[in-house]
C-alpha cells in the first residue's frame, strides 16, 4: 500500500502481508463503527485485531469477506455499556 507499511511488515517479519487499498478501508471503516457504535473508543483496535485473527489465513476475498461481516458484526452488537477493566 505504502511504503511505511511494506518497513513495518518487514519488521514484523511477514513475507506475505501486503496491505490492500479495499483491505485498508474495511479496515479504517471497521474501527469507525466500532468506536462509534460502542462508544468506546478503546474497542476499535481490539476489534479490528480480533477480526484480522478471524481472517488470518484465508484468500483475499476470504479477508475482504470477514471484514465486511466484521463492520456488520459491529454494528449489530450495539453499545458497550461498559469499559473494558484495565487499568492504564
Do not use: C
Not at 54 to 62: D, I, K, P, V
Amino acid at each position: 500500500m505504502n511504503e511505511w507499511f511494506d518497513r513495518y511488515l518487514k519488521g514484523l517479519g511477514a513475507t506475505d502481508g501486503a496491505l490492500r487499498r479495499e483491505e485498508a478501508k474495511l479496515v479504517l471503516d471497521l474501527a469507525a463503527e466500532v468506536a462509534h457504535v460502542s462508544g468506546a473508543r478503546q474497542y476499535a483496535p481490539l476489534a479490528t485485531y480480533l477480526a484480522g485473527r478471524a481472517a488470518a489465513g484465508l484468500s483475499r476475498e476470504g479477508r475482504i469477506k470477514v471484514l465486511e461481516t466484521a463492520v456488520k458484526a459491529a454494528t449489530a452488537a450495539g453499545p458497550a455499556g461498559s469499559d473494558l477493566g484495565l487499568d492504564f
